[in-house]
């Protein structure tokens, strides 16, 4: 079975500083993996994705993530936070070259930044 | 296009009360699934389904019944409200294959109470 943890629930961080927004996940196979950002009231928006090939995935509103095989992460990173940043944000898996197997998404992690 | 769209956005029910929650895609998307979404427990999928004439359950299935008659329309339908139903649902979209492993296009969401 494939599964995806955020450790943090919250992570707050003073705009202008780098941030990093962590995901671990499990799955048997070759992972496709995913992140979305959530604002208020709304429907889930999709940042980035890694499929295969460099490890350094750059996504919308200058959000980047690495994925890292050996240590089975992919972790939302951005250099400098803007306060605009603050929502929640998921990660997800799926098995790749497997179809049309379902999405996994881990619980969130809310962002929060200080100006 | 209109993307993703769910109705109704907000609904109050009675227990025991049945209804459908609406989602439409101008997409063309194979893919179609539906999540529930509860503080703390990220999203958890409902039902899914891989193209017209067939689905498949999620992680949460009971109480939930869904069918996909055309491309375009994936309703949900809760035969008989339980208050443990309250929560925001989203409908989601995707073109899938089995190489790009396109990303999900939610909808607005749908808050649902149940008395």
């Known amino acids: 079975a494939q599964s995806v943890a955020q450790p943090e629930d919250q992570v707050n961080v003073a705009e202008g500083n780098p941030l990093t927004v962590k995901c671990t996940y499990s799955?048997?196979?070759?992972?496709?993996l995913f992140w979305y950002v959530q604002y208020p009231n709304r429907g889930l928006q999709f940042l980035l994705k890694y499929i295969t090939g460099d490890n350094l995935v750059k996504g919308s509103y200058g959000f980047e993530a690495e994925f890292n095989k050996s240590q089975t992460s992919f972790h939302l990173k951005k250099p400098s936070a803007l306060v605009s940043d603050s929502a929640l944000y998921f990660c997800?898996?799926?098995?790749?070259?497997?179809?049309?197997?379902?999405?996994?998404f881990g619980k969130g992690t809310r962002l929060s930044v200080i100006a | 296009n209109a993307g993703v769209t769910q109705t109704p956005k907000f609904q109050v029910l009675k227990t025991g009360q049945s209804m459908t929650l609406q989602c439409a895609q101008d997409?063309?998307?194979?893919?179609m699934s539906w999540y529930r979404q509860d503080p703390g427990m990220g999203l958890r999928l409902i039902h899914y389904?891989?193209?017209?004439?067939?689905?498949d359950q999620g992680e949460v299935p009971n109480g939930y019944n869904v069918s996909r008659s055309t491309t375009e329309d994936f309703p949900l339908r809760l035969l008989s409200a339980a208050p443990s139903q309250t929560s925001v649902y989203f409908c989601a979209s995707s073109r899938e294959s089995r190489t790009s492993g396109g990303p999900q296009y939610f909808g607005p969401g749908t808050r649902l109470t149940v008395t």
């Open positions: 799955v048997s196979g070759n992972p496709y």
């Open positions: 997800a898996v799926r098995v790749g070259s497997s179809g049309n197997t379902p999405l996994v």
């Open positions: 389904s891989v193209g017209a004439g067939i689905t």
């Open positions: 997409m063309n998307h194979e893919y």
